[in-house]
């Protein structure tokens, strides 16, 4: 089975504290994924990644970073977190292609 | 990216089928036909796709039209644990991103 891990179910931070959300994935997956899902807004795509040391903006990257430096990890970095970075936050890994993508159980952070 | 139009919600009792529709008049070419599902407090999983012909899995079947513009997933026997949103999302070949919308709000009656 194809594992997509994130770092932590629950997370509380701080206004203007640095956060990183880590994702791994088991499967040599090329592709990962981070999005964050909100009541009402549904879920929208941060950022991605085809390669290691790529990365591409999707909707809405402001405020968010990513680093890959291992195939196998994709991490996404909020440098000053702020309240209305509190979200759900979704891992997500494919392989190259129109291929069936697999999700992380998400992370709910929490910015007070 | 090119949008999918579904309905908010759709009922269904236990045991019986269910089809949940889809319209994506604007598909190209490239655009694959992707359904996922989010259970409550969980990532979204993986259901089925498809590009031109109808597919069956072991979850359950998608029935694409000829012309493209059109699918429905098909549950062919609700459970309870079937409840979840359901979406449909074209996932292109060329950006491969996919880009969710609202979804089908599927409840499933005892």
């Known amino acids: 089975d194809v594992k997509v891990t994130q770092s932590s179910r629950y997370l509380v931070k701080r206004t203007g504290e640095k956060v990183f959300l880590e994702c791994v994935q088991d499967?040599?997956?090329?592709?990962m994924f981070w999005y964050r899902q909100d009541p009402g807004l549904g879920l929208r795509l941060i950022y991605f990644s085809y390669d290691v040391k790529m990365k591409e903006k999707g909707d809405i990257p402001e405020g968010y970073s990513v680093s890959r430096e291992k195939k196998e990890r994709f991490s996404l970095i909020l440098e000053s977190a702020s309240t209305n970075q509190t979200s759900m936050y979704l891992c997500?890994?494919?392989?190259?292609?129109?291929?069936?993508?697999?999700f992380g159980p998400g992370t709910r952070l929490t910015v007070t | 990216d090119a949008k999918t139009t579904q309905p908010n919600s759709m009922e269904s009792n236990e045991e019986e089928p269910v089809h949940l529709p889809c319209n994506h008049s604007t598909i190209s070419g490239t655009d694959y036909i992707h359904w996922y599902r989010q259970l409550p407090s969980q990532g979204p999983e993986y259901v089925i796709h498809g590009l031109t012909s109808n597919v069956n899995n072991r979850m359950a079947s998608l029935a694409i039209a000829e012309d493209r513009k059109s699918s429905t997933l098909i549950l062919h026997r609700a459970t309870l644990r079937d409840a979840a949103v359901y979406y449909c999302i074209l996932l292109s070949g060329n950006t491969g991103k996919l880009i969710f919308g609202q979804g089908t709000t599927l409840q499933v009656k005892p």
């Open positions: 997500a890994s494919r392989e190259a292609g129109p291929y069936e993508q697999y």
């Open positions: 499967m040599d997956h090329e592709n």
